[in-house]
């Protein structure tokens, strides 16, 4: 490899659910130092990159070309020359309608060396989640994919359905303008009138929608359901085993749209649960922890305590790198450690480090974590409060936070600490003209719901509150109480 150049992967981030995308596109991404992605591509992904990874937007919305097709490649091409590992994430499987060929080749021209991370292609997975599997032995035993719009380029290459192709099924890409079209070709290739034919908007996503019809029938449908891209058409008779096996709209939160909002920069739970049970869940703000450069006097005054507290996660990978780098080991370790979320034990335990649940007295301790956590809170005078990091808003978040809160119609917002509610109102008017207290609300422990009713929030969403309020919640997120100085709470 050219050690003068760097490198390109085009990686396919699936269909939507950030639970499909293979695990070396994750691998991609978290090498990265500048991430160039589209519409299509889950902008949750991003959070697995490293905090000086650049993101550059190309989005492409209908009639809205954000970043031409020219102007990716040479970007592609200027970045990689730079010496950078660059990642082109693009919704889906690069390779299906997603010009993978066309950036390709420009790369290839600068001998820049690449590859190609296929994904879950969408017609595949969105059908899955809507019951719908596109080959069945009784149904159909082939699959043609095609693409839902023409292009002036690609007009003359559109081949029509043949005669022998009836009872197949049939998947069309990006369809919804062009669907009057699609289906007047179909009935004019001798297809009927009641062949059946299903709609599904946002595969894969607790915003999912599906729209069933006939080829008769499904344009009008899905104009008065106003459906809009992106969308997948299927058409074929495996459409039938939709109204046995549709699972994903049985999930309890389904269509629920749900913001979690955040104190801390670790990935929310509650986030990834919500969205496992069918929500549309968003974590937001997008938060980053800046590490803290110990002194050797401040290393050895934490390898001298007879006991250390640690109050994060998000601490223990910058101390245990700066101990390393400052010549300590494990066995230099104090031995009393103590943690404040199960979280840092089990990351603790994978380090070989057995400790005990923190509890707060008069006795002598470090304490390791969150600088505003630390800062905030009350300890005694014996009692040494080392910051790891600081917890910084992530700016490179910023178009991802316009498009988002203003995409979808957000119904509740979860709070699991008061912290998370201050940052949360701090931060959603610079991005939205609604009034965010218009939407109901969930928290966890009644000393956070309480916070939320004095800063004006009205409406408690009980189908959401009843979930956060079962035991296991409450243990799993018993740390989050610490944010509120309210020892009684636990």
């Known amino acids: 490899m050219d050690t003068n150049k760097g490198y390109v992967a085009f990686v396919g981030a699936g269909p939507g659910d950030i639970g499909l995308i293979t695990d070396k596109g994750m691998e991609c991404l978290r090498k990265a130092d500048v991430v160039l992605y589209d519409r299509l591509a889950n902008p949750r992904l991003l959070r697995y990159t490293k905090n000086e990874c650049a993101f550059i937007y190309c989005g492409k919305l209908p009639n809205n070309h954000i970043m031409r097709q020219e102007k990716i490649n040479q970007t592609l091409m200027e970045e990689s020359l730079k010496g950078k590992y660059v990642v082109r994430l693009k919704g889906g499987d690069p390779s299906v309608f997603g010009r993978v060929g066309e950036e390709a080749e420009a790369i290839a021209t600068y001998n820049i060396p690449f590859e190609i991370v296929p994904g879950i292609t969408s017609s595949i997975a969105a059908s899955s989640y809507a019951g719908i599997p596109v080959t ?5 035993t082939s699959f043609t994919i095609r693409t839902g719009h023409k292009c002036k380029k690609n007009e003359e290459l559109v081949c029509e359905p043949k005669q022998e192709a009836i009872g197949e099924t049939l998947a069309y890409y990006m369809g919804v303008q062009g669907l009057p079209t699609i289906c007047k070709q179909l009935l004019s290739q001798g297809y009927s009138g009641d062949t059946m034919a299903a ?48 699972w994903f709209e049985k999930k309890p939160f389904y269509q629920r749209k749900l913001i979690v909002a955040k104190s801390s920069s670790e990935e929310s739970s509650l986030e990834r649960y919500f969205t496992n ?115 910084e808003i992530d700016t490179r978040y910023q178009e991802i936070n316009e498009r988002l809160l203003t995409e979808d119609n957000w119904e509740t917002v979860i709070f699991p600490n008061k912290r998370s509610i201050d940052i949360f109102l701090q931060e959603w008017n610079k991005y939205s003209d609604r009034d965010p207290k218009e939407m109901s ?39 989050m109480q610490l944010y509120t100085l309210d020892m009684a709470a636990l």
């Open 441 to 479: 609300f969930a928290a966890i422990g009644q000393s956070v719901k309480k916070y939320a009713l004095l800063m004006g929030f009205k409406r408690i969403d009980e189908q959401v509150q009843q979930e956060l309020d079962k035991k296991e919640w409450m243990r799993d997120h018993e740390w």
């Open 277 to 391: 049970n069918g929500a549309e869940a968003y974590a937001f703000p997008a938060l980053k922890a800046i590490p803290h450069s110990y002194t050797k006097e401040e290393l050895q005054l934490i390898m001298d305590t007879d006991r250390l507290i640690i109050a994060s996660k998000e601490g223990i990978d910058i101390l245990f790198s700066q101990l390393f780098m400052a010549g300590y080991d494990i066995r230099d370790f104090p031995r009393r450690i103590e943690y404040m979320s199960d979280k840092t034990r089990q990351e603790l335990e994978k380090r070989g480090l057995r400790c005990a649940r923190a509890h707060f007295d008069d006795s002598s301790a470090v304490l390791i974590g969150d600088r505003w956590l630390l800062t905030e809170s009350t300890f005694s005078d014996n009692q040494r409060v080392l910051p790891s990091h600081t917890i």
């Open 199 to 246: 709609v599904i908007e946002w595969g894969t996503l607790g915003k999912q929608r599906v729209v069933e019809g006939t080829l008769s029938t499904i344009a009008e449908k899905v104009t008065a359901a106003e459906i809009k891209n992106p969308a997948l058409t299927i058409v074929g008779d495996v459409i039938k085993l939709r109204s046995s096996i549709a």
């Open 136 to 140: 069945h032995r009784d149904y159909s």
